[in-house]
């Protein structure tokens, strides 16, 4: 690959590594404030409904408390078993506990083995025993202290809050409020600005006989649509079995969160249902899905500029490197191929000198063998002339002076041959 283009590429994967990174931490920050809306908004749920249960639900344990302990009137009519004295002073009590709240259901007087003795909402209905539909009745007769807490009747889920009532030191019956759940519901639809509705378990819902419309089963749980349209279309697309998580739906092509965060407990404080409400964060999803393609056009719009610059404004420069380049890669080359000349040559003066060496050392060995003959021939010469018994001098042709003598000659003249042939130059 050209130094060009390795040195664009290598740009263009900086230029993408960068925007990758800052496109993952805009799009975890955008994740993070969907988030803390949905936490924000499970909190302001379960913020409201305390509040509704605290000033809506709980005011009815103190009143219902001071009914029993004050309405002397009340109590010896309920002790007479007067259901029609009873009736009379209770009339106007549950007419001004329903202008109070429209939602104030259920006025009932009970006998202590469960038997209905007066629905005062109802009068001409009594006699019915509600111990076994009912367990929370049943209780507050048999531990004698009040209870409260949700619970499903005939006519729906309501919450009921009992007090046992006595007359002359004897237990004689209880009382019971209800107050219908749908307050609570309303109440957080009016509040969030939201759809909300119930969903109860099945099981429990089995009581409500009289109600005909205005839910939906779903296996171990009953929907309360109640005529909203949004949850009777998306309740069919429900998984009832994570209500231990959120559920992201989609209604009428806008994403939606599904809270179920806040419980119904009964009496003994176990669950029977929870209330489910609908968020919409379609537009917090739109603001990410809108920051993700701005993102991805300003990468594209980045990456192309900067090719674009690289391309035109540092053309001639990476131009010049790879000339540069191109010309270091040739001498190299040449430089290699002289190299390469000169180890021939070397190689080849190498073979030459060694051979001149071993002409040399033939000579040498030539001329020490000629030498050592030499000697050898002058040494018998020497011998040949020492045996001789006359006198016999070898004279120089030049100078004349003697060069060798034997050793008859040494012996006539008294004198070593050595000073005879010193003596004589």
């Known amino acids: 690959m050209k130094i060009k283009n390795r040195t664009l590429f290598l740009v263009s994967l900086v230029i993408l590594f960068a925007c990758g990174f800052l496109l993952s931490e805009g799009i975890n920050h955008y994740n993070e404030a969907i988030d803390n809306a949905i936490r924000e908004r499970e909190k302001l749920i379960d913020n409201i409904s305390n509040d509704i249960k605290k000033y ?7 009143k219902i408390n001071r009914l029993v302990r004050y309405f002397d009137e009340v109590r010896q009519a309920f002790a007479d078993r007067d259901r029609e004295r009873l009736y009379e002073l209770c009339a106007p009590l549950f007419e001004e506990f329903r202008e109070e709240n429209k939602f104030f259901h259920a006025f009932v007087f009970t006998m202590p083995d469960g038997t209905v003795f007066l629905r005062v909402q109802k009068p001409e209905h009594f006699g019915d025993n509600i111990g076994e539909l009912r367990p929370m009745v049943a209780t507050v007769h048999a531990e004698s202290k ?7 009747c005939p006519h729906g889920v309501n919450f009921w809050v009992s007090e046992p009532i006595y007359h002359e030191g004897q237990h004689i019956g209880a009382v019971e409020f209800g107050i219908d759940a749908r307050q609570l519901v309303q109440s957080l639809t ?5 759809d909300v509705t119930l969903l109860v378990k099945a099981k429990v819902w089995q009581k409500a006989k009289l109600v005909a419309e205005g839910f939906q089963e779903h296996g171990q749980y009953v929907l309360m649509t109640g005529g909203s349209r949004r949850f009777e279309s998306i309740a069919e697309r429900l998984d009832l079995g994570r209500l231990d998580e959120d559920q992201e739906v989609l209604v009428d092509d806008r994403l939606h969160v599904l809270h179920n965060c806040t419980l119904l407990n009964d009496f003994r404080g176990e669950s029977i249902g929870r209330v489910l409400m609908l968020q919409d964060i379609s537009e917090q999803v739109e603001q990410k899905r809108a920051f993700i393609n701005h993102s991805l056009f300003l990468t594209l719009s980045v990456l192309l500029v900067a090719i674009i610059i690289l391309y035109y404004s540092f053309g001639a420069i990476i131009g010049r ?12 080359e040449e430089l290699q191929k002289a190299h390469d000349r000169m180890e021939d040559r070397v190689m080849e003066r190498t073979v030459e000198l060694a051979k001149a060496n071993a002409r040399l050392e033939d000579e040498i060995m030539i001329r020490s063998r000629a030498e050592n003959r030499a000697e050898k021939q ?30 008859a000659a040494c012996d006539l003249t008294g004198v070593q041959s050595f000073q005879l042939i010193f003596y004589s130059c």
């Open 146 to 152: 009040q209870l409260s807490g949700f619970d499903v």
């Open 56 to 62: 809506s639900f709980d005011p009815y344990r103190y």
């Open 321 to 332: 490197l790879e000339n540069y380049a191109r010309e270091n890669k040739q001498a190299k």
């Open 190 to 194: 009016e509040s969030l600005n939201s």
């Open 378 to 407: 002058r040494k018998f010469l020497e011998l040949i002339i020492d045996s001789m018994t006359n006198p016999f001098y070898v004279l120089d042709a030049e100078t004349f002076s003697i060069v060798m003598a034997n050793k």
